[in-house]
């Protein structure tokens, strides 16, 4: 079954003759070239014509078939400088420069954690995004557990990066394949989330903090459950006042759904004095 991402596609032009030329447009690392077959369709006037036709098609398509198989086995258009095959930390940087654009902050600063720890890994080896199958992605894997001391769950959010950065690569027309495709992730760990405790919530409240905004912040997010991403978000104007109690109504930021969340008077009482509805609750940079 042809796949429509394929690098090589059987396409057909129509010729001032009547005639209709068939010809393969191959997309690789992002270059495109034509190869024209001189194998041609007539109009179908008669059964004759339709079975002179289905076998040209045919024949075409082995063709097409043929330059798949050797563009897989690196065997076909592979001497060009001009398509050479970028280093994976290059490439990697690129992908992470798109994706800094599109994600939140949050997803784009674990995109940055695993550039890191390739750069850990890779070294001074000059590793070519051709270079990698499934044996070098588990020995990343193996470095992320081992040697960085990641926790499963973590590994298991940096290779998730790590596979886009390869759907990125055969989309550009860089790789063939996904060499992650048949590499088995570390199974997920079952985590066991920690509460504070009042005592403990009072010693918080009574520690000095070098940045004021950030323990305010905190402790809220103590008191409601709210993410960070919700509370750098919060605004003025989603703090709705409902008789005696004040509710959030709020976008989330994970899943982009409107909540709704009644809090405390404690909890109140670390939003500080209301603003107008644009203004930021809390004013945390970015580097928090």
């Given at each position: 079954?042809?796949?429509?991402?394929?690098?090589?596609?059987?396409?057909?032009?129509?010729?001032?003759?009547g005639?209709?030329?068939?010809?393969?447009?191959?997309?690789?690392?992002?270059?495109?070239?034509?190869?024209?077959?001189?194998?041609?369709?007539?109009?179908?006037?008669s059964?004759?014509?339709?079975?002179?036709?289905?076998?040209?098609?045919?024949?075409?398509?082995?063709i097409?078939?043929?330059?798949?198989?050797?563009?897989?086995?690196?065997?076909?258009?592979?001497?060009?400088?001009?398509?050479?095959?970028?280093?994976?930390?290059?490439?990697?940087?690129?992908?992470?420069?798109?994706?800094?654009?599109?994600?939140?902050?949050?997803?784009?600063?674990?995109?940055?954690?695993?550039?890191?720890?390739?750069?850990?890994?890779?070294?001074?080896?000059?590793?070519?995004?051709?270079d990698?199958?499934?044996?070098?992605?588990?020995?990343?894997?193996?470095?992320?557990?081992?040697?960085a001391?990641?926790?499963?769950?973590?590994?298991?959010?940096?290779?998730?990066?790590l596979?886009?950065?390869?759907?990125?690569?055969?989309?550009?027309g860089?790789?063939?394949?996904?060499?992650?495709?048949?590499?088995?992730?570390?199974?997920?760990?079952?985590t066991?989330?920690?509460?504070?405790?009042?005592?403990?919530?009072?010693?918080?409240?009574?520690?000095?903090?070098?940045?004021?905004?950030?323990?305010?912040?905190?402790?809220?997010?103590?008191?409601?459950?709210?993410?960070?991403?919700?509370?750098?978000?919060l605004?003025w104007?989603?703090v709705?006042?409902?008789?005696?109690?004040?509710?959030?109504?709020y976008?989330?930021?994970?899943?982009?759904?409107?909540?709704?969340?009644?809090?405390?008077?404690?909890?109140?009482q670390?939003?500080?004095?209301?603003?107008?509805?644009?203004?930021?609750?809390?004013?945390?940079?970015?580097?928090?």
């Amino acid at each position: 079954m042809k796949n429509p991402k394929d690098p090589v596609k059987l396409r057909q032009r129509k010729m001032p003759s009547g005639n209709t030329s068939l010809y393969l447009d191959i997309y690789v690392r992002g270059k495109r070239s034509y190869e024209y077959l001189d194998i041609h369709l007539v109009p179908e006037n008669s059964r004759a014509d339709k079975d002179y036709n289905r076998k040209m098609y045919a024949l075409a398509d082995t063709i097409r078939a043929q330059r798949l198989i050797d563009l897989r086995n690196k065997r076909y258009n592979l001497n060009d400088e001009s398509v050479a095959s970028p280093y994976l930390i290059n490439y990697f940087n690129i992908v992470l420069d798109r994706k800094r654009k599109e994600s939140r902050e949050t997803t784009a600063a674990v995109w940055v954690s695993v550039a890191y720890h390739l750069d850990q890994f890779v070294g001074k080896d000059k590793i070519t995004i051709e270079d990698v199958d499934s044996y070098w992605v588990q020995d990343f894997i193996d470095y992320l557990l081992n040697d960085a001391e990641i926790s499963p769950n973590a590994a298991r959010t940096y290779l998730a990066k790590l596979n886009a950065m390869f759907r990125e690569a055969v989309k550009d027309g860089l790789l063939m394949r996904n060499p992650m495709d048949k590499v088995e992730l570390p199974k997920r760990e079952e985590t066991h989330r920690e509460y504070l405790t009042i005592d403990e919530m009072r010693v918080l409240v009574n520690t000095e903090c070098s940045d004021a905004e950030i323990k305010r912040a905190f402790l809220f997010g103590c008191l409601t459950g709210l993410r960070y991403s919700d509370i750098k978000a919060l605004k003025w104007g989603d703090v709705r006042q409902q008789g005696q109690f004040t509710r959030l109504v709020y976008t989330q930021q994970k899943t982009n759904k409107l909540e709704y969340l009644d809090i405390t008077p404690q909890a109140l009482q670390y939003m500080g004095e209301r603003g107008s509805d644009n203004v930021n609750v809390f004013v945390l940079n970015r580097w928090h």
